[in-house]
């Protein structure tokens, strides 16, 4: 384990991405509502990537799957029924999540309408997700290198288990926070008077209502996922720091996107997307730490 990374990338990238998360809340803090105005305007194109942006953070569940699959397989047979099990879990993970959260659409997509069409364009629409998905094990077995197999194992697990935290932390962070959504407030006569700054807190008040839940985002929990892809590339036969620090800015960009995307789409304000991102940013750093610290580095 090198000390002077984290999640396979030179910790200078960690600060940069900290000090973008807290100089944002920062921002937000004062002038969320007014940001939001300048910067929400839903459009077509908006609305697509809010629906299908995640599938790429999702491709990492089955990739790490295939990183326990590939490392357990190369410890002998007594390993390959544990193997399977867990590859299948992740597969599943990552197709339940997208259709959890973004099956709706799926489902308009194959005309399904609960209670008036067949159950099985229900069925069709889920398997839309399974095939989508497909080609990442097959894919990761090739370019994955198997010469230490505990390190594969330890970044698969630290992959699938910070996701997890990542994910019911941000669930009920939403419940202890309340906040309305910017577009529940415009549909308001007085909007303003139902804002609240993220630190007003009312525990509990959101239920099951998803008009507040606007605090922290949890698209940007998912989002900010892709900030383990360095640790996949790091596994990879021809890995480099090159393609480590490549993975590293084409996920901090897509971060970005996706939180500008959050705002204009009127879901989210900018200490919102903040908050996703560096919640979920952190807990990926100290689990994937925790993790490969076991792991002897490869000399």
């Known amino acids: 384990m090198d000390n002077r990374k984290t999640l396979a990338v030179p910790k200078i990238c960690t600060y940069i991405v900290i000090s973008v998360c807290i100089l944002g809340i920062i921002l937000g803090s004062f002038f969320d509502y007014s940001i939001n105005v300048a910067l929400a305007n839903k459009t077509d194109i908006g609305a697509f990537f809010s629906t299908y942006g995640s599938y790429f953070s ?35 993970m990552a197709v339940y999540y997208s259709n959890n959260y973004n099956g709706s659409k799926v489902r308009e ?19 839309f997700w399974v095939i989508l998905y497909s080609w990442v094990p097959f894919v990761c077995y090739r370019i994955f290198d ?19 935290v990542a994910d019911n932390t941000n669930l009920w962070l939403k419940q202890v926070a309340s906040r309305p959504r910017y577009k529940y407030l415009i549909t308001l006569d007085d909007p303003m008077s139902e ?26 929990t998912i989002a900010s996922m892709m900030f383990s892809l360095p640790m996949l590339a790091d596994v990879l036969k021809k890995r480099s720091e090159f393609k480590n620090m490549f993975c590293f ?22 200490s919102d997307v903040c908050f996703g991102t560096l919640i979920t940013y952190i807990i990926y750093s100290v689990v994937s730490t925790a993790f490969l610290k076991v792991v002897n580095r490869e000399k």
């Open 146 to 164: 198997d010469v230490s197999p505990d390190k594969l194992i330890m970044t698969g697990a630290a992959i699938l288990i910070a996701g997890i």
């Open 249 to 270: 800015v084409l996920a901090a960009c897509f971060v970005v996107l996706y939180g500008y995307n959050r705002i204009h789409m009127t879901n989210h304000f900018l």
């Open 58 to 92: 999702y491709c990492l569940y089955p990739a790490a799957g295939m990183c326990i699959f590939k490392g357990l397989m190369k410890k002998g047979n007594k390993f390959k029924m544990l193997a399977w099990v867990i590859m299948a879990i992740s597969y599943f």
């Open 195 to 220: 804002f609240r700054n993220w630190w007003q807190m009312v525990p509990n008040l959101a239920g099951s209502n998803d008009s507040f839940k606007s605090w922290p985002s949890g698209n940007m």
């Open 109 to 127: 997509l194959f005309g399904y309408t609960a209670g008036d069409s067949s159950p099985l364009l229900s069925v069709i629409s889920w398997g």
